[in-house]
């Protein structure tokens, strides 16, 4: 198996089981959110802890199964991680995605699974989504 297929069984595994694929009782901030050049929806909740960590987030949604592939992913990703630290991967999943920049970092795990996406123009924002989302989201009034 290549690489290459390895990261589609990924991507499929990620959008069949989806982790976090949940509604969140407590949490501080929500948004919901749109695709904009598709159907796709979810809902993103998230805890955010005042040292800006997010503690817990999870989603529920339906769309593609790159969006879901890719939202299951980011919560995986999010984690634990800080605000700022989530924004600076942003900006790497963005690279990666619209211009083809490889990317090592290890911090995206699964994410860099999505690496070829940036062939398919179509399908940006499907794999954006939880990143679009998450701006929309740190910029809203804690719950």
Known sequence: MNLSEFYKKVILDHAKNKRNHRK????????HYKNPTCGDVMTM???????????DVSFIGEGCFISMASSS????VAKGRTVKELQELSLLMNEMILNGKETEDERLEDMISFKDIHKLPARYNCALMPWQALEKLIKAERT
């Open 45 to 55: 909740y998230a805890w955010i802890n005042d040292e800006e960590t997010v503690e």
């Open 73 to 76: 992913m980011f919560t995986i």
């Open 24 to 31: 969140m009782d407590a949490f501080t901030h929500k948004i």
